[in-house]
T-cell receptor, first 109, second 113 residues
């Protein structure tokens, strides 16, 4: 079967750094997405990785290791507005997105 | 340029009633999707379309039907609603073999009593 695992909830302090991990087992791999979803809103695109390594975009970075079936999202200089759920999704061999259940990130002052 | 819109935003149904959710896009994407999102679970694909006049089943299609008569619209129908269909429904566009990002509509919150 196909499986995406991420922690259910994480807590971090404003101004700090947090790393959200995602491990996957899927039928094929054609890339990995990270999305942000604020409560009551739609998911919005954060990053896309298809090759191994680190992609940096401002305060957010995403890392991929295809051999390990592993990705992480790194958020730096945390702000209160970063409180949200972060969704990991893998593009499988049929070019469908397989979604993790999401990690709820709570930022404390 | 509204992107992706969904109507209605909220709806309460009684068991056995029917309804149609409308997704409309102005971004000219071929691919459109219907997902449901339930607490503690990832987004699950109900049905999708790779172009006007085409539809295909996703992971959880039972109890739902879809139609894509026009490129810009993707309709999701519930013929006989059940409490298990209480969920938040999201329409998305984009993605596919190009593996571009998917853009989501604002969602429809459906409660079936």
């Amino acid at each position: 079967g196909q499986n995406i695992d991420q922690p259910t909830e994480m807590t971090a302090t404003e101004g700090a750094i947090v790393q959200i991990n995602c491990t996957y087992q899927t039928s094929g791999f054609n890339g990995l997405f990270w999305y942000q979803q604020h409560a009551g809103e739609a998911p919005t695109f954060l990053s896309y990785n298809v090759l191994d390594g680190l992609e940096e975009k401002g305060r957010f970075s995403s890392f991929l290791s295809r051999s390990k079936g592993y990705s992480y999202l790194l958020l730096k200089e945390l702000q209160m507005k970063d409180s949200a759920s972060y969704l990991c999704a893998v593009v499988d061999s049929n070019y469908q997105l397989i979604w993790g259940a999401g990690t709820k990130l709570i930022i404390k002052p | 340029n509204a992107g992706v819109t969904q109507t209605p935003k909220f709806r309460v149904l009684k068991t056995g009633q029917s309804m149609t959710l409308l997704c409309a896009q102005d971004m000219n994407h071929e691919y459109m999707y219907w997902y449901r999102q339930d607490p503690g679970m990832g987004l699950r694909l109900i049905h999708y379309s790779v172009g006007e006049g085409t539809t295909a089943k996703g992971e959880v299609p039972d109890g739902y039907n879809v139609s894509r008569l026009k490129k810009q619209n993707f309709l999701l129908g519930l013929e006989s609603a059940a409490p298990s269909q209480t969920s938040v429904y999201f329409c998305a566009i984009g993605g596919g073999e190009v593996t571009g990002e998917q853009f989501f509509g604002p969602g429809t919150r459906l409660t079936v009593l």
